[in-house]
């Protein structure tokens, strides 16, 4: 499993958000500040 910080300054939410495609969750605790989690293939 690898996570990553990243900041978006276009993404103004917060919450959770799984993404089917990539398998990844995103979760922003704040605005534009988020983790991104993922499974190493």
């Not at 978006?8 to 500040?33: E, N």
Request: aromatic residues 22%.
């Amino acid at each position: 499993m690898r996570v990553k910080l990243i900041f978006a300054w276009y993404d103004l939410w917060v919450g959770a958000y799984w993404d089917t495609k990539a398998k990844a969750l995103y979760l922003f605790p704040v605005p534009m500040i988020g983790l991104k989690i993922w499974r190493n293939q």
